[in-house]
C-alpha cells in the first residue's frame, strides 16, 4: 500500500464525470476580524449539516497577552457561531453525532455530550518520557477517532497508539505500535482514520535529525534551504480488519511524510508533504483498498495540498498557492480548493478571494456539506 510498491496508471483520455455546478463556490462563512488579534483554528468537525465546531488559539499579534483557547460552534449550519473559551490548548476533536465528542489537548482529554457547551476531563496527559505505555497517554496525543461512545483510539507522539473502552477514562497502548523499528523520540502518528467499525489504519513516519539541519528556519536562510536534497525518511502504518483485535504492521522508507488518509468504500486517498525546496510540495494518491495499489493522482508546483476530504463518488483537496520559493514559509498563501468525482482528475474550484492560509482543514457530514478552516481565523463553506 505503501509507494514503494505504487504502480503508476495513465489516466484515462475521457473521464466519465458530471459537470461541476457553475454557482458552486467557497465563500468565507465566519472570520475572526479582532484588531491585533488572529485566530489560529487548529481542527474543524461537522457531524452533520447543522453542528459545526471548530478549536484553535487567539494570539496576539503585537505579542503583548498570554494565548486564548477557545471554541466556535454553530448549530445552524454556520449562519451564527459561538465563541467560547476553553481550559486547555486544543490539538485536534472528534465527534460521533450532534452531541458526542471528545477534544485532545495538550495537558488533558476531555468529552462532551452536549456539543461543546461543557467540557469534562476524562484524563490528564503527562510529558513524555520516551517509554511507550508508561504513562497513560499524557502528552503523546495528537488524534483520536471513536467506534462508538465507548471504544476507541488515540495517536500521536512517540509512535504511540492507545486503546480505550470506557470512553476515554483510561487508555491501554496497543502493544503492536511498539514493535515498529524506529525510534520514539522522533516518530509519530500523524493520522488515524477508520472507514468502518472494523477497518481502521494509523500512519506516520519518524524523521530522525539531519547532519546538515539548519541552525536557523529555512524561510531565513533560503538559498541553503534549496541546496538541500530530500531523502527518504521512515513511513510506518497499523492496519485492522477487526476493529483492532489485530493489527498488521508495514514499513518502508519513502520520500515526504505522509500527513493525511482518508477513505471510502475500497478507494483510499493519502497526502504526501514535502518540506523546503522540494520540487512538489505535496503528492495525492488514489489507493485500491483490496489490492493495496496506490496511483498518484496529484502534484502541481504551486499547490501544497494539506487536507482532503473522500466520500462516495467525490472528493475534496485543501491546498495553498505557496508565496515564495519555498513550500514552507510563515506566510499566508491563497486558498485553492479542488474536486473530483473519480478520485483521478481533479478541478479547480471558486474561492473567495480574501482566503489566505498556511494550514487547513476540511469537514463535513457528506459531499454536499463541506466547510474549510484556516489557521488566520476564517471558515468558509461551500455554497451554490
Known sequence: ????????????????????????????????????????????????????????????????????????????????????????????????????????????????????????????????????????????????????????????LQKSLFETRDGGRTWDPVTEAARIDANPAYSTFNEIFFENKNHGIAVGGSIPPRPDDPRLPSWMEPQRAIKRRQIPTLTFMLETIDGGKNWRINTAPLFGNLSVLRMTGSQGLTVFSFGEAFEWPSEVYRMDLGSGKSTRVFRQKDRRVLDCSMYPGRAYLAAVEPPGKLNTVPIPGKVKILTSYDFETWSEMDVDYKAVARTLVLAGPDADHQWAATDTGMILHLVQ
Open 1 to 156: 500500500m505503501f509507494r514503494a510498491a505504487l504502480c503508476l496508471a495513465a489516466l484515462t483520455f475521457a473521464q466519465l464525470c458530471p459537470p461541476l455546478a457553475a454557482a458552486e463556490r467557497w465563500k468565507v462563512q465566519y472570520f475572526f476580524d479582532e484588531l491585533h488579534k488572529t485566530l489560529f483554528i487548529e481542527d474543524l468537525a461537522f457531524p452533520s449539516a447543522t453542528h459545526g465546531i471548530a478549536v484553535g488559539t487567539v494570539l496576539d499579534d503585537e505579542g503583548g497577552s498570554r494565548e486564548k483557547y477557545v471554541e466556535l460552534t454553530t448549530s445552524d449550519g454556520g449562519e451564527h457561531w459561538n465563541l467560547e473559551p476553553l481550559k486547555d490548548h486544543p490539538r485536534s476533536i472528534f465527534f460521533l453525532n450532534d452531541s458526542t465528542g471528545w477534544l485532545v489537548a495538550d495537558n488533558e482529554v476531555w468529552m462532551t455530550d452536549d456539543f461543546g457547551s461543557e467540557w469534562k476531563k476524562l484524563c490528564e496527559q503527562k510529558k513524555p518520557n520516551h517509554k511507550l505505555g508508561a504513562t497513560p497517554p499524557g502528552g503523546l496525543l495528537t488524534r483520536i477517532w471513536f467506534l462508538d461512545a465507548q471504544h476507541g483510539y488515540a495517536a500521536g
